[in-house]
């Protein structure tokens, strides 16, 4: 952790993580991922539910942040 602190890409990629984790916090406490009482789930192509399509977007956009991070700014090649 100390190696990503030390240089400004490290800490936009760690803000840019936190952002995201706040980001799923809000979309679950603004209900986003609940089914209203009697009401119908959200389903995506007919099979994904709201978490799961959460889940994935969650997923693609730390793998993006990571692939970035990695390949562009990494200081240790």
Same mark, same amino acid.
């Given at each position: 952790? #100390? $190696? *990503?602190? $030390?240089?400004?890409? @490290? &800490?936009? !990629?760690?803000? !840019?993580?936190?952002?995201?984790? %706040? /980001?799923? +916090? %809000?979309?679950? +406490? #603004? @209900?986003?991922?609940? %089914?209203?009482? @009697? /009401? $119908?789930?959200?389903?995506?192509? /007919?099979?994904?539910?709201?978490?799961? *399509?959460?889940? %994935?977007?969650? +997923?693609?956009?730390?793998? +993006? /942040? !990571?692939?970035?991070?990695?390949? &562009?700014?990494?200081?240790? #090649?």
């Amino acid at each position: 952790m #100390r $190696e *990503v602190m $030390e240089h400004t890409a @490290g &800490k936009i !990629y760690l803000t !840019y993580l936190a952002a995201t984790i %706040v /980001g799923m +916090v %809000v979309a679950i +406490v #603004r @209900g986003a991922m609940s %089914v209203p009482e @009697g /009401g $119908e789930p959200f389903l995506l192509f /007919g099979w994904m539910t709201a978490p799961l *399509v959460a889940g %994935v977007i969650f +997923v693609l956009l730390w793998l +993006v /942040g !990571y692939l970035v991070y990695f390949f &562009k700014f990494w200081p240790y #090649r």
